[in-house]
C-alpha cells in the first residue's frame, strides 16, 4: 500500500501563490504516476497536472503557464507550485498516484487540501 499525505493549501488572494506538497510513503517504488486533481462544489474531480516517473508532464489548459509539478527523490514527494491563482481555481486539492506491481496496477488518493482564492 501507499500512504499519501497533502499539505499547503489555505486560503489566497488573487494573483497570489500557493505551493502544495504531496509525500508518499510505503511502496514508493511501486509508483509509476503521480498527479494533482481537484474538485469544485457542484463539478467533478478533474485532473490539474501529472506527472511520470520519468519526469513527462501535463496540465490541464486551464492551469498551463500558471502551475507547475515537480518531483523529489524519485517518487516520494510531489509539489504543485500554483502561481497568479484565481477565484476559479478554488477547490479541493487532491494527490493520487497509480502504482504497478506485477499485472496489477492500484491507485491511491489522499485525503484533500482546500484552496480558496478570493477576488
Known amino acids: 500500500q501507499v500512504q499519501l499525505v497533502e499539505s499547503g493549501g489555505g486560503l489566497v488572494q488573487a494573483g497570489g501563490s500557493l505551493r502544495l506538497s504531496c509525500a508518499a510513503s510505503g511502496r514508493v517504488l511501486s509508483i509509476n504516476a503521480m498527479g494533482w486533481y481537484r474538485q469544485a462544489p457542484g463539478k467533478q474531480r478533474a485532473l490539474v497536472a501529472g506527472?511520470?516517473?520519468?519526469?513527462?508532464?501535463n496540465y490541464a489548459d486551464s492551469v498551463k503557464g500558471r502551475f507547475t509539478i515537480s518531483k523529489f527523490n524519485a517518487m516520494n514527494t510531489m509539489y504543485l507550485q500554483m502561481n497568479n491563482l484565481k477565484p476559479e481555481d478554488t477547490a479541493v486539492y487532491y494527490c493520487k498516484v497509480e502504482t504497478q506491481i506485477g499485472a496489477r496496477g492500484l491507485d491511491y488518493w489522499g485525503q484533500g487540501t482546500q484552496v480558496t482564492v478570493s477576488s
Open positions: 506527472i511520470t516517473s520519468g519526469g513527462s508532464t
